[in-house]
C-alpha cells in the first residue's frame, strides 16, 4: 500500500484541527457556547404619558415608551421567551433635585411601571435599577453635597428606594450607582422590609467608560450632567480592583455579578466567572450598540452577523446571560432557526 504521509501530517503529529470543521454537522456536534434566548435580557426606557414611541436618535431602533407600550413590550418580549426585561425610566424634568428625592416616591415611573407590567405579564422577570441619576438634576448617580457625591446618604436612599421597587414587584434589584456598602445595605433593607425572594444583580463592575453616551441621551441626563463620574466608577485600566469590587459585593450578598460596558471588558467578565462562581452578566451598552448600528447601516459589516457574534463572544467569556437592547431581534432571529 502507498504510503500518503504528508509533511504537514509530520508536522502536525498526525493532528488536524480542520477535521471537526470539515462540515456543518461537525461543527455543531463540537460548538463549545451556544446563545439562547434565556441568555438575553431586554434593557428598555419608559417615559410619562401614554402612547409613547418615542425613537432615540443616538440608538436606532431603540424607543422611549410610556407604561401602556411598555406593557406592550413585555408582552411581545415573554412570547418571545425572553426572561426578564431591565427598566430604565426617564421621568419629567420638574420632578429632578439634588438629591433625586422622586426615587423615594412609591407611585414613581419606574414602580409603576414594574406593577404595570407584572399585572400584565406576571411570567416575564422586571429588573429595576436603584441608581439615581435618573431622579437628580445633576446627572449623578448619588447625592451631590458641595461638589461631592455622598457615599453613605446616598446609600441610604437607594437602600429606600430598594424596597419601594421591591413593593411594587420588581424580581431583582440591580443598583448600578457603585458606592461603598450599597449591596449589604440593600440586602438588609429588603429581608427587613420581607423580600427575601427578591433578588440582586450587582453592577459589580461598572467602568468610568466613554460608551454610555447614547443612554444618557436616553434618559435625559446628557446635558444635566457636570463633570464625570471618575470618583465613584472604576477606572478602564484597572482589572484587579475591579474583582476586589465584585468580591466586596459577594461578601455583602449579591445573588448575580454584572459587567458594565461588555465587550471592552471581556477578560473581567471571566475573571468574575472564575473567582467567585455566581452566575455573571455583560452589559452590551448603548455605545456598544450604536457603533455596530452605525456600521452597518453604513454598509461596513453585516449587522447581522457582528450582532449575534459579539454576544456569543460573551457566552464564550463566561458569561450566563447578556443585557443587550438587540434582545427582541437576536430572539426572533433564534425563533426563526428553531
Not at 426572561?83 to 428625592?101: K, V
Not at 449589604?184 to 433593607?189: S, T
Request: with cysteine.
Amino acid at each position: 500500500m502507498t504510503d500518503k504521509t504528508n509533511a504537514v501530517d509530520l508536522i502536525t503529529g498526525h493532528r488536524r484541527m480542520r477535521r471537526n470543521r470539515k462540515a456543518d454537522w461537525t461543527r455543531r456536534m463540537v460548538q463549545e457556547n451556544r446563545l439562547t434566548v434565556d441568555d438575553l435580557i431586554w434593557p428598555i426606557f419608559v417615559v410619562p404619558g401614554t402612547g409613547i414611541i418615542e425613537p432615540i436618535d443616538a440608538m436606532p431602533g431603540v424607543n422611549r415608551m410610556s407604561i401602556d407600550k411598555a406593557v406592550e413590550a413585555a408582552k411581545e418580549a415573554a412570547d418571545l421567551g425572553i426572561p426578564a426585561l431591565a427598566t430604565f425610566p426617564n421621568i419629567d424634568m420638574s420632578l429632578r433635585d439634588e438629591t433625586g428625592s422622586n426615587s423615594l416616591v412609591a407611585n414613581n415611573l419606574i414602580n409603576e411601571t414594574t406593577r404595570a407590567i407584572k399585572k400584565a405579564v406576571p411570567n416575564i422577570g422586571v429588573i429595576t435599577d436603584v441608581a439615581l441619576d435618573p431622579f437628580t438634576s445633576h446627572g449623578h448617580d448619588g447625592i451631590l453635597r458641595d461638589g461631592e457625591i455622598v457615599n453613605d446618604e446616598t446609600v441610604a436612599q437607594i437602600a429606600g428606594a430598594a424596597v419601594l421597587q421591591a413593593d411594587a414587584g420588581a424580581d431583582i434589584i440591580a443598583p448600578s450607582d457603585m458606592m461603598d456598602g450599597r449591596i449589604g445595605a440593600i440586602r438588609q433593607a429588603l429581608d427587613a422590609n420581607g423580600h427575601q425572594n427578591v433578588g440582586i444583580m450587582s453592577y459589580a463592575t461598572k467602568f468610568a467608560s466613554a460608551f454610555y453616551g447614547p443612554y444618557r441621551e436616553a434618559i435625559g441626563t446628557g446635558g444635566l450632567l457636570k463633570s464625570d463620574k471618575k470618583t465613584y466608577y472604576i477606572d478602564p485600566s484597572n482589572g484587579t480592583e475591579a474583582i476586589r469590587d465584585a468580591a466586596l459585593d459577594v461578601e455583602e450578598g449579591a445573588d448575580m455579578l454584572m459587567v458594565k460596558p461588555g465587550l471592552p471588558y471581556l477578560d473581567v467578565c471571566w475573571r468574575m466567572k472564575e473567582a467567585f462562581g455566581l452566575p455573571v452578566f455583560a452589559y452590551q451598552v448603548s455605545g456598544e450598540y450604536a457603533q455596530i448600528k452605525a456600521a452597518a447601516a453604513n454598509g461596513w459589516i453585516d449587522g447581522e452577523r457582528v450582532m449575534l457574534e459579539t454576544l456569543l463572544a460573551f457566552k464564550r467569556a463566561g458569561c450566563d446571560g447578556i443585557l443587550s437592547y438587540f434582545a427582541v431581534d437576536v430572539a426572533r432571529i433564534l425563533a426563526r432557526r428553531s
